[in-house]
């Protein structure tokens, strides 16, 4: 036997139910279900026969089964002891690592550190995992690797459906992301306004920045012989602007920049800095998080 739990405060008159794929469970009809059992806490419980399963709880009245909510997302599956979350699953993100490398993931959920913290990757057979508790009530998750080893690298923001994934990873659901394996081309995010990162220098990079909703990318350069401010359209939906930092007084250089930066947002919203000769352009960004100016 295994026990499932699941933590969920009902409506007097009301009781939780497991319903679930196999026969035991009552083939997904509901009136074939399980009725949980209430405990202390509001922590229903249930002993079920050892099978791997996929299953889902529903709410409906205590004596018959009728006037049924059921709990969003995709089906769960389980093959040992489950203390679950009403409305939430657990997902196993993983992504190939064969160097080992130090990998970390930020996101949008509160497990995740909503993107103001980041969560090491636990590294294994050339795999970094790890395992979150999502809301499944938020359609769509918002998650970006760290990879960290001479340098820091970052990869784009990548967005996943929870809602169609499919795969299962033991009792979790697994988003499995590959292409990891050149971070030299990877984007840092660092503002909600600007991402940094290599240069674009082929038509495929342009639509990998594209792919991540990235569509003003700015580029400086310090040539004597080129204009203050020059664009050079790549398509339609991607604008490559070309600042020239020349003619900018070196007494007040940083400041000059930070403000460009500040009239650029406004503008555009989100920036893809590219990181060229420069030497210094990311401590100049860096300093421009702890300006006061907020763009709406």
């Known amino acids: 036997m295994i026990q499932l739990q699941v933590h969920y405060k009902v409506d007097f008159g009301q009781a939780l139910y497991i319903s679930g794929k196999s026969k035991y469970l009552g083939k997904w009809n509901p009136e ?3 009725r949980m059992n209430w405990t202390w806490d509001d922590i229903w419980i249930s002993d079920v026969a050892y099978h791997t399963m996929e299953y889902k709880y529903f709410i409906s009245d205590y004596d018959k089964v009728q006037n049924i909510f059921w709990e969003s997302g995709p089906y769960r599956v389980t093959n040992k002891h489950s203390i679950d979350v009403w409305n939430h699953r657990k997902i196993c993100f993983q992504c190939s690592n064969p160097k080992n490398l130090q990998i970390y993931i930020a996101g949008s959920q509160a497990s995740m550190g909503q993107f103001q913290s980041r969560v090491q990757l636990k590294n294994k057979d050339g795999i970094s995992q790890q395992k979150f508790l999502i809301n499944i009530d938020d359609s769509q998750i918002h998650y970006q690797y760290h990879i960290v080893d001479k340098c820091e690298f970052s990869s784009p923001i990548y967005i996943v459906d929870i809602n169609s994934q499919q795969q299962y990873y033991k009792d979790a659901l697994l988003i499995f992301q590959d292409g990891l394996t050149n971070p030299k081309k990877m984007v840092y995010q660092l503002t ?6 290599y240069v674009p220098n082929e038509q495929n990079d342009y639509q990998v920045l594209k792919k991540a909703n990235l569509k003003t990318i700015i580029e400086f350069c310090n040539m004597k012989e080129q204009s203050t401010l020059e664009q050079k359209t790549i398509n339609e939906e991607i604008v490559h602007l070309i600042v020239n930092l020349y003619y900018f007084k070196q007494e007040s250089f940083t400041q000059s920049l930070l403000q460009l930066i500040q009239v650029l947002i406004q503008k555009y919203q989100l920036l893809y800095i590219c990181n060229n000769s420069l030497t210094h352009l990311r ?7 702890k300006l006061t100016f907020s763009p709406e």
């Open 192 to 197: 909600k306004n600007i991402c940094y990162g």
């Open 283 to 289: 401590k100049y960004l860096s300093a421009y998080e």
């Open 32 to 34: 074939k279900a399980i």
